[in-house]
């Protein structure tokens, strides 16, 4: 049984990357800190990421250290944990396959990201407002479907419950957080997406059910979406429509505020 606590460094406020993450630590019950939201943790990461520690520089959060090893990226960071916290099948094949899809996945968080930055991340989102209209036009018309079109295929053809092997992967609570995010950020274009997706949509209510990510989401440790994160719901980038009553319509909540990324 382990017992020093992972090391998780991601900015504290938003669930942001970093939640892919934590939602893999909290399925496994392994234990970790989430340095930054914790006394003196903001100046710990920044001590690491000027390269005041071990290992290799980490380029931006999310990082995990585990002891002296300093792991970034978050699909690297999954990609490493997911075989110590049995959340991957044991063969190269399989490995290799979760990555692949985690990659895609992770290029679908960047271009939802950049819906709302679509010039600069360094500007407030009023001050790219117009080029961010632009940007959710294509974003939820072409590029949505297909990402998640592409990953409803894939559940399917792997039996619609699992996407790797025949137990929960990193890759299935990635899955989650994404249809959660889109969800949160663009409720009338995933409500219009549903009869799509229903494998990916009935996956994330399974693993909204399973105890310890029950636990986690009915905890102050799971940070809300927010418009300060990656996910964020304008409602003039989301598709017109009705959503009421949709079960993309009751997982967001939030205000919409300034907020830079």
Do not use: C
């Amino acid at each position: 049984m382990r017992q020093a606590p992972y090391e998780l460094y991601y900015w504290p406020g938003i669930p942001g990357r970093g939640e892919f993450v934590r939602l893999a630590l909290e399925e496994a019950g392994a234990p970790y800190v989430d340095v930054a939201r914790m006394p003196g943790g903001m100046r710990a990461m920044a001590s690491l990421l000027r390269g005041e520690g071990t290992g290799l520089v980490p380029f931006a959060p999310p990082f995990l250290k585990d002891g002296d090893l300093v792991v970034a990226q978050t699909a690297a960071i999954l990609a490493y944990l997911a075989p110590r916290l049995n959340l991957v099948p044991e063969d190269d094949p399989s490995r290799a396959e979760a990555l692949q899809i985690q990659l895609t996945i992770a290029d679908l968080v960047t271009e939802a990201h950049d819906v709302h930055h679509p010039i600069a991340s360094s500007l407030y989102y009023e001050d790219q407002r117009t080029a961010a209209k632009k940007r959710a036009e294509s974003f939820t018309k072409e590029r949505v479907p297909k990402f998640l079109g592409w990953l409803e295929r894939v559940l399917g053809g792997r039996g619609g419950v699992h996407f790797i092997g025949d137990s929960l992967s990193y890759v299935d609570l990635s899955a989650f957080q994404i249809v959660g995010g889109l969800s949160y950020a663009f409720p009338n274009v995933m409500a219009r997406l549903a009869r799509r997706i229903p494998l990916l949509l009935a996956l994330h209510d399974r693993v909204a059910g399973r105890p310890r990510v029950a636990a986690y989401l009915a905890s102050d440790r799971r940070l809300k979406f927010n418009e300060e994160g990656i996910f964020r719901h304008y409602p003039e980038l989301d598709a017109p429509g009705s959503h009421s009553g949709s079960a993309a319509a009751s997982r967001r909540s939030a205000p919409v505020k300034r907020a830079r990324k």
